[in-house]
């Protein structure tokens, strides 16, 4: 099988829905002529051309919500994000009109939109540039919300996402952007919300989404490797919808969980996911659900430092620890 | 149909007649402000130069947008501003860091991510701020420094104040749904404030046609009946001390804003990591640098009028260049944050803990 990088993997799944389905743009800052300003549409405008391949002003208000638009009369639009963080210029569109337009048309109206970027720190691009708004996007019913942690994902849920007939935020990862794995050529789907299972175990659950999975299964091979300890690593990969049965499922048979997410604590998944667990698997449970998020204060700069707000092999390990204690 | 005339004065700064050095604002100047004005140019690329190296050595992490090319504009600007104009920009700032007086140290110490710095390691190139010296930011989010800008403005008409704000930005800024709504409302409330728009061709690897309707961006300004200019001789820090002066001079007066476009050009990529290779050609940089580019452009005028001497020239660079390499040193030796301190400055009140009113917690790790 072919092994492509994360990038490779989101604009194989791109190109490939394009191909398909003539409803299909690609839209953004720097998408077409600068081939993405991350190089995820490195190639696509000399392939599919300016109507399929849209450069956007810096305007994101505006063209998110014409995406929304375009979407409601039945587009397909695939709106670039520079940075995630750079939703929130566009939030009344998104989480006001996209949100909802479904609900108070009475279901009269579909919006077929995904909006996709990278959501992450890590690359010391400060505060303002650093957001990791999955919670806050799941907040929102009307709204899916999808993280893929490494490149087969991101193709199997970037074809499942255009295919939706939802808005879909599609939260991507700019370290993860070079990672490869094997990746079958053509066309198969992830379904949204489906978890995977990373790693079997049976001693704790190590539950989470996004880079943090990457990381979390370095910690499980030092738990193992020190301790003799079983962590079973369950990738969520989509927060909404939420495969809550392995989640149970999980935490039945290892009566222990740690969330390790990138997100702020507060009402973050994990924080929804400790509330899931405590509700419906109370009883299994051995030890309160543990959470492991980044240290609670804007993103800070300084390398090294960013390097210990956010969580990391060594942090999740100690959490998990913690949790067995 | 009916065209209206508008009431806004409009100004294209392309007569030929026109000498800059002329302008009372420029007639008045000493030798020494003239001296002053081209070191603080020179000091600002040789300040970048030396932050472009630290970056290739790894020391600098994120994003580094250099302001070389467009070093007359924050020089120019800045040197007009009296005791209540403030000024506020984007994330290409330390031309206007450095013009407004911060050092060289504190700013590198910033970018090394050091204790140190002027944001103590927290925000980085480009976020930097000194509220004593009235510059508000370093902001990294396209647009979003020009509401701010316009209730900078509001604050000092409120406070009575003869002051005014400069409120910086890009030629792709002006496509942010934020830039005219401060229009309006500045417009609208007859605020002090001049929109700086450093027109320097390109958003990134975006030139100006691709991205930006109408026929001007300044012109953007007709629709609120606020007054513009265009500068086309940005290179040239005296227009830009002439025509920022008389937009300052509006607003001190008359409380009245304006757009003011400034033509320009960046020498380097966007940022440091952008290669710069699919929008422009290395021609189009060199045809610029040979013969606009600000530092030589005002250098050869001040020779010719015997301001300046090879050897003053040779020793501002020489000061220039050890002060960059002082920083550097500085920033390298200065301590990182401790971990404690990344949750400090988040809230005032866990800074002030002794004066503390709120009850509860605010942190949740
Ligand atoms: C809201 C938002 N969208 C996109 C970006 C990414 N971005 C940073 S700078 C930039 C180009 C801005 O160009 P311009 O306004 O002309 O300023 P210049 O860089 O030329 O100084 C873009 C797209 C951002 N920082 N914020
Ligand atoms: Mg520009």
Not at chain 1, 16 to 31: A, C
Not at chain 1, 95 to 118: E, Q, T
Not at chain 1, 250 to 272: D, I, N, Q, W
Request: with cysteine; proline share 5%.
């Amino acid at each position: 099988m072919p092994v492509i990088t994360y990038r490779e993997a989101l604009r194989a799944a791109m190109s490939e829905e394009i191909e398909r389905d003539p409803n299909v743009v690609l839209m953004g800052e720097e998408v077409a002529q600068f081939n993405g300003a991350y190089k995820i549409s490195e190639g696509m405008l000399a392939k599919y051309g300016p109507k399929r391949i849209v450069d956007t002003p810096i305007s994101e208000a505006g063209f998110i919500g014409m995406g929304v638009g375009a979407a409601m009369l039945g587009l397909r639009p695939v709106m670039e994000l520079m940075f995630f963080s750079f939703y929130s210029v566009a939030f009344d569109q998104i989480f006001n009109n996209a949100a909802n337009i479904r609900y108070m048309s009475g279901g009269l109206i579909n919006c077929p939109i995904v909006i996709r970027g990278p959501a992450n720190g890590g690359t010391n691009v400060g505060a303002t540039h650093s957001h990791t708004p999955e919670s806050i996007a799941a907040y929102h019913p009307g709204i899916k919300v999808v993280v893929p942690s490494n490149a087969y994902d991101a193709k199997g849920l970037m074809k499942s996402a255009i295919r939706d007939n939802d808005p879909v935020m599609f939260l991507e990862n700019t370290i993860l952007y070079g990672e490869a794995c094997e990746v079958p050529d053509g066309g198969y789907l992830v379904p949204l919300g489906k978890a995977s299972i990373m790693r079997a175990g049976t001693d704790i659950s190590i539950i989470g989404h996004g880079r943090s999975i990457q990381l979390a299964l370095k910690s499980a091979d030092l738990l193992k490797a020190k301790h003799n300890i079983n962590a079973e690593v369950v990738d969520l990969r989509s927060i909404r919808p939420l495969d809550v049965e392995t989640i149970l499922n999980s935490v039945k048979k290892t009566s222990r969980c740690l969330y390790v997410e990138e997100s702020k604590p507060f009402c973050s998944v994990g924080a929804m996911v400790a509330c899931l667990i405590s509700d419906q698997a109370f009883d299994y449970l051995d030890a309160p659900v543990k959470r492991l998020t980044s240290i609670d204060a804007p993103a800070i700069y300084s390398p090294p430092l960013e390097k210990l707000q956010l969580p990391s092999v060594e942090r999740i390990y100690q959490a998990a620890l913690d949790t067995l204690k | 149909m009916t065209k209206k005339p508008s009431s806004s004065k409009k100004t294209e700064v392309t007569d030929l007649g026109y000498d800059a050095r002329q302008a009372p604002i420029n007639i008045k100047l000493g030798q020494d402000e003239k001296i002053a004005l081209y070191r603080d140019m020179v000091r600002i690329r040789r300040f970048e130069e030396r932050c472009l190296r630290s970056y290739q050595q790894g020391k600098i992490g994120g994003f580094l947008h250099l302001y070389i090319g467009q070093e007359s504009i924050a020089v120019g600007c800045t040197s007009v501003m009296g005791k209540d104009d403030h000024i506020i920009t984007a994330y290409r700032d330390h031309g206007h860091a450095l013009a407004v007086g911060m050092g060289m140290n504190e700013m590198m110490a910033e970018n090394y991510g050091k204790v140190t710095g002027c944001s103590k390691g927290k925000g980085g190139s480009m976020h930097y701020f000194d509220p004593s010296r009235n510059f508000w930011g370093g902001h990294g989010i396209v647009g979003g420094q020009i509401p701010l800008g316009t209730g900078l403005a509001y604050a000092l008409k409120y406070k009575g104040l003869k002051g005014a704000c400069m409120a910086f930005m890009g030629d792709g800024s002006v496509n942010q749904g934020a830039v005219h709504e401060s229009y309006n409302l500045a417009a609208l409330w007859s605020l002090p404030v001049v929109f700086i728009i450093e027109n320097n061709g390109y958003s990134m690897g975006t030139s100006q046609e691709r991205s930006s309707a109408g026929p001007s961006l300044a012109e953007r300004a007709e629709g609120y009946g606020m007054n513009w200019t265009i500068i086309e001789d940005g290179h040239d820090v005296l227009a830009v001390r002439d025509q920022v002066g008389q937009a300052l001079k509006l607003a001190h007066d008359k409380s009245l804003p304006s757009v003011l476009e400034i033509r320009t050009y960046r020498y380097r990529g966007h940022s440091v990591a952008d290669p710069d290779t699919t929008y422009r050609d290395k021609a189009e940089i060199e045809a610029y640098k040979s013969t606009k580019d600000p530092l030589s452009v005002f250098q050869l005028s001040l020779l010719a009028e015997q301001t300046l001497t090879t050897e003053l020239i040779q020793k501002i660079d020489e000061s220039a260049c050890a002060e960059a390499e002082t920083s550097a040193q500085f920033a390298e030796a200065s301590p990182y944050p401790s971990l404690e301190d990344i949750k400090k400055d988040v809230y005032w009140e866990i800074d002030n803990p002794a004066d503390r009113k709120s009850v509860g917690a605010l942190f949740f790790d």
